[in-house]
Structures are given as structure tokens and as C-alpha cells.
């Protein structure tokens, strides 16, 4: 049965910094390109990152260019994203998700989320 657990939500101040995890099981990670994803309050959800598989390439939503960084360790099988600066705008759910390339459009397999509040 494959899960992705995601975890290392919680309310920070403006400014403030968090590192969210992503733990696979029963999914060998280095396979996949991995993805972050959010869903604020009333708003759809959007992609914030993704690191491929093989060339580690990664991108990110223009919001959280220079303030995220997405990283993986694949002997971990975990997937991370470390999140500096953060603004109010930044809250939301945070999903960990796989997919077969950064470019495409749907996806293996979801995570059930993290809250993330950034509020002072």
C-alpha cells in the first residue's frame, strides 16, 4: 500500500521558517518526480515545487521563488521543503504528491496534507 505522509506544519510568524517532510512508503521516491502543492482557505489548489527524478532539476511557483527550497533524499525516501520568509499569503494545506515528470499533468499518488499558518 503506498502512503505519503507529510508532517512539520504549524503556525510561525511572518518571517518565520518550516521544513515540511514528505515520507513515502511502498513507493521507491527516487522513481518519481515529487511535487508540493497548496490549498489556501476558498482558493483551488496550485503546485509550489517539483524536483525531478534523475537530474534533481527543480522549479518552483514564482510566489515562493527564493524563500522555498524543495530537496530529496532518496535513501530517506523523503521528499522535503524548506520554507524561509514566510508571508500570511503561505497559509494553507501542504501536499506531497509523485508523478511521472515535472511537466506532467496528473498525478500518481497524493498525501493527505499539512497545515501550514503563518499569522502573528
Known amino acids: 500500500q503506498v502512503q505519503l505522509v507529510e508532517s512539520g506544519g504549524g503556525l510561525v510568524q511572518p518571517g518565520g521558517s518550516l521544513r515540511l517532510s514528505c515520507a513515502a512508503s511502498g513507493l521507491p521516491l527516487s522513481y518519481y518526480a515529487m511535487s508540493w502543492f497548496r490549498q489556501a482557505p476558498g482558493k483551488e489548489r496550485e503546485g509550489v515545487s517539483c524536483i525531478s527524478t534523475r537530474d534533481e532539476r527543480v522549479n518552483y511557483a514564482d510566489s515562493v521563488k527564493g524563500r522555498f527550497t524543495i530537496s530529496r533524499d532518496n535513501a530517506k525516501n523523503t521528499v522535503y521543503l524548506q520554507m524561509n520568509s514566510l508571508k500570511p499569503e503561505d497559509t494553507g494545506v501542504y501536499y506531497c504528491?509523485?508523478?511521472?515528470?515535472?511537466?506532467?499533468?496528473?498525478?500518481?499518488?497524493w498525501g493527505k496534507g499539512t497545515l501550514v499558518t503563518v499569522s502573528s
Open positions: 504528491a509523485s508523478r511521472a515528470h515535472c511537466s506532467s499533468r496528473g498525478v500518481n499518488y
